[in-house]
């Protein structure tokens, strides 16, 4: 299963972004998706998951500005940041986790760069 990362860039504090993250393969199934980031010099850390059955999960430094979501058709999640202040600078990476006919997967999209500056 392959990950494909799209719309980070720099942005101004307090302002807005969306990041998409569309999966391609074939005969898989998907049940989490979600995204991390890593910023310079720190570990990769968990940003917002969601389940198949639209459960979401945030890190407590987001919530109340980031809302993940995903479109099942397109088999896309999707990061909408609102409110961004300069420690959201990082790469954000996207994750899948399903099933293929060979067993459990967990993929990883390529990072996308993501820079709140003014």
């Known amino acids: 299963v392959q990950l494909q990362a799209s719309g980070g860039g720099l942005v101004q504090p307090g302002g807005s972004l969306r990041l998409s993250c569309a999966a391609s393969?074939?005969?898989?199934?998907?049940?989490?998706m979600g995204w991390y980031r890593q910023a310079p010099g720190k570990q990769r850390e968990l940003v917002a998951t969601i389940r198949s059955g639209g459960s979401t999960n945030y890190a407590d430094s987001v919530k109340g500005r980031f809302t993940i979501s995903r479109d099942n058709a397109k088999i896309t999640v999707y990061l909408l940041m609102n409110g961004v202040k300069p420690e959201d600078t990082a790469v954000y990476y996207c994750?899948?986790?399903?099933?293929?006919?060979?067993?459990?997967?967990?993929?990883w999209g390529q990072g996308t760069l993501v820079t709140v500056s003014s």
């Open positions: 393969g074939s005969a898989f199934s998907v049940n989490a």
């Open positions: 994750n899948v986790e399903g099933f293929t006919s060979r067993g459990a997967f967990s993929s």
